[in-house]
């Protein structure tokens, strides 16, 4: 009988089951696709990362979150795995973030502006965005561009892979090509049907509530 049992092995996937490996669990990750993605939301190399944000903006916050857990990620590769080093930046691209807003978007602007902003940006009105930026918007529109260390870009399928590499560091499976084909509730446990998608082969495995 399996502990925990993750069906979907994205970036939500993936994380989850780091993040209960890391508790001292005990977790199989299983995922219908290869090791490499080639469909699926977590598909790609480029994700946008964005600190900017009004005070107590939910997307900040994940994104402050999801880099202090990223670090604690590559600290953990770094100490157990010696064939390479493992950076943030192998992750993450950090460059300008640029915002543009309407006139009727002035609440926000004032949000950004005023509402406690700890984060260095630029903010240009009309033609001003044309010096600062190099960019030509109409006279009612506003330019914010953020400077933050690891705003910019995400790498998705890297930080999936130092998931997925962190997870079996820690001694728990990850099933790939397994297709999830049923799930019976039964008594008191799940019982999870499979399909090998290049064998064809049926497997069910059971979990706890």
């Not at 002035?106 to 260095?120: S, V």
């Not at 399928?157 to 397994?178: D, T, V, W």
């Not at 999870?192 to 059971?206: A, D, R």
Request: charged content about 25%; proline content about 2%; hydrophobic content about 40%.
């Amino acid at each position: 009988m399996e502990e925990f049992v993750i069906i979907g092995g994205g970036l939500m996937g993936s994380a989850a089951a780091w993040e209960l490996a890391q508790l001292g669990k005990k977790v199989i990750l299983i995922e219908q696709q290869k090791s490499i993605y080639t469909y699926g939301s977590s598909f790609g190399e480029a994700r946008i990362s964005r600190s900017l944000g009004p005070k107590d903006d939910i997307f900040s916050f994940i994104q402050q979150l999801s880099i202090q857990r990223t670090e604690r990620l590559i600290s953990f590769l770094n100490s157990v795995d010696l064939s390479k080093v493992h950076e943030m930046e192998d992750i993450y691209t950090t460059s300008p973030v640029t915002y543009l807003f309407g006139q009727e978007h002035q609440n926000q602007i004032n949000a950004l502006l005023f509402d406690g902003q700890k984060d260095d940006f630029e903010f240009a009105v009309g033609n001003e965005a044309k010096f600062k930026f190099g960019m030509s918007i109409s006279e009612s529109c506003s330019v914010l561009r953020e400077y933050k260390k690891y705003s910019g870009m995400m790498n998705p399928r890297i930080l999936i892979s130092k998931l997925q590499k962190a997870i079996q560091y820690l001694g728990n499976p990850i099933f790939f090509n397994e297709k999830t084909i049923g799930i019976s509730k039964l008594e008191d446990h799940f019982s999870i049907e499979l399909l090998n998608t290049e064998t064809f082969e049926l497997k069910t495995i059971q979990t706890k509530n």
